[in-house]
Nanobody
Framework: QVQLVESGGGLVQAGDSLRLSCAAS????????MGWFRQAPGKEREFVAAISRSGSSTYYVDYVKGRFAISRDNAKNTLYLQMNSLKPEDTAVYYC?????????????????WGQGTQVTVSS
């Protein structure tokens, strides 16, 4: 059974940093490209960042470029999202997802497995 479990969310102030983790089980992470999405109340789930199977390629939505960094440790079957200079508009539930695609994917329907999400709240 495939499981993706996010952790590391919390309540922080604007300008602070958080590091999210996504621990995978039931699959070999190196066989999947991975992504982070987020969903704020009343809004659709939106793409944040993606990383290729090896980690050699990454892709970000414009409004997190330079602030967020996606990375992976295939030996530990774990995905990360380092979030710096957080803003109140980054408040959302953050989800990690795995796709069998060979390239990075930016839309939810391209992903095969999802975690349950972790809440990130940024106060002003």
């Amino acid at each position: 059974q495939v499981q993706l479990v996010e952790s590391g969310g919390g309540l922080v102030q604007a300008g602070d940093s958080l590091r999210l983790s996504c621990a995978a089980s039931g699959l070999t992470l190196s066989n999947y490209a991975m992504g982070w999405f987020r969903q704020a109340p009343g809004k659709e789930r939106e793409f944040v960042a993606a990383i290729s199977r090896s980690g050699s390629s990454t892709y970000y939505v414009d409004y997190v470029k330079g602030r967020f960094a996606i990375s992976r440790d295939n030996a530990k079957n774990t995905l990360y999202l380092q979030m710096n200079s957080l803003k109140p508009e980054d408040t959302a539930v953050y989800y990690c997802a795995a796709t069998r695609r060979f390239v990075v994917a930016t839309t939810p329907n391209e992903y095969n497995y999802w975690g349950q999400g972790t809440q990130v709240t940024v106060s002003s």
